[in-house]
């Protein structure tokens, strides 16, 4: 049976404190034993943070002038990051899941070439709402995939673990957003589904009240989401369109903070746009 | 063409200080583009010594009863091992011969089960003259090689970058010994060389005098050269030894601070051993 006949979900496990990694991989586990295969994109905004705080280097965040805050990574704060999200988290993930009996496969966008991004070579910032131009960063955005790559591995029955650095055309290692990786990868893929775990229940229409999630959202209302989504929830939603327009049936922004989080996901809770 | 009739090279570059990692990648590069099929492991002490410094988790080193010098590797130690030689050194390296138009393709053990080692339960260790059980510590012998899946990567012209990392039964990651590992997926890929670059010129005689390098060792002999051999150099004889029984056909310690450090050792610089 050849994988392109098969349906890939794609699931993205934050990096945010709260998020609740072991019920993810338990999750992950019964629900690739089942059968389904599964590409797993994580991120790690609290690991980068809390060692570059040991390090000297705290994080610092850009706002862009339409209002997305990205973390500022210039070479030292790569290399932190590069430690921590490859080296830490990508490597502890994937030694969870080969305990839990599930051949996992670590890797970062700059093996094999899985993620070109292109360099973002000025970026514009807001400061005390001043512009200012920054261009000593070590982020992009992601242009292409390595479909193959992630075929071939599916195919071996290797479940892929993807950390959020992709390889820049000048041979850089990039920091890229983990949902948009996300995103990209299920588009690639073709998947059946992208699901964002978060540590809030779902988009919520008066943050931060979590019973005020929305429960659905067409995608030609993406725009008015957008609006009511804060903060990082916003990378979601723009990830969620560029999913939708690269082809993926569904997307779910998901609770992660609970007892098998992607079932649930699967199941329909949280918030589903399509 | 498959895989199984070309001759594979293993190259492991030393993670210690004055090793010229620029210069093995440009020499690495050729050599592929010259058609042949290289797997490099790399080490990192250098740099797991200085993120432990800056972290205030200094590393510490065990002696075996029989003269080995290994790193005491408690939990938080693993943690910094992974960051520096998984997150930062596998990362760069593999981003440096990216940017040099070689598709290379990071990787630790713990990846699709890359390395298998077992976890070593009690380390005897010799502290101030007096034998110590350290019971605590996440290093490894390798035990198996996914041999397939190197090949895999082999034949789909993907050039393995491996970290010393191995995954344990419990499915822990361990820090196992760069140079035992580059001659364990040399044996198991039957590799015609095992070529072990070094900050020095090769085994010597009379350590430190680099005039003293001893050319060729037959393998019958190589207990002789287990005498010899100071510190590290111990590593490099027993992982020559274990290449050997393996079935690689020669192995080479080379200098890896000169100028196309790879090729000089595939003309027999260095001490060669067979």
Redesign the interface.
Known sequence: MSIQNQSVIVVKLGGTEGVDFSAICSDAVDIIKGGQKLVLVHGGSAEANA?GE??GSPPKFIISPSGFSSRYTDRKTL?IF???????I???L???L???GV??????G????LLWASRKEAIQSIENGKRKIIRDDFSGKIERVNTDLLL??LE?N?VPVVAP?A?SP????LNVDADRAAAMIAAALQADMLILLTAVPGLMSKYPDETSVIAYIAQAKLQQAMEAAQGRMKKKVLGAEEALQGGVKRVVIGDGRVEKPISKALAGKGTVIE
């Open positions: 060692l040991a390090l290399e590069c430690m921590a999200v490859n080296g830490k990508n490597t502890l994937t030694a969870q080969q305990r839990m051949n996992a496969f670590g890797m970062s700059v093996d094999g070439q071939t591995l071996n290797y650095i390889l000048e041979g850089d290692p």
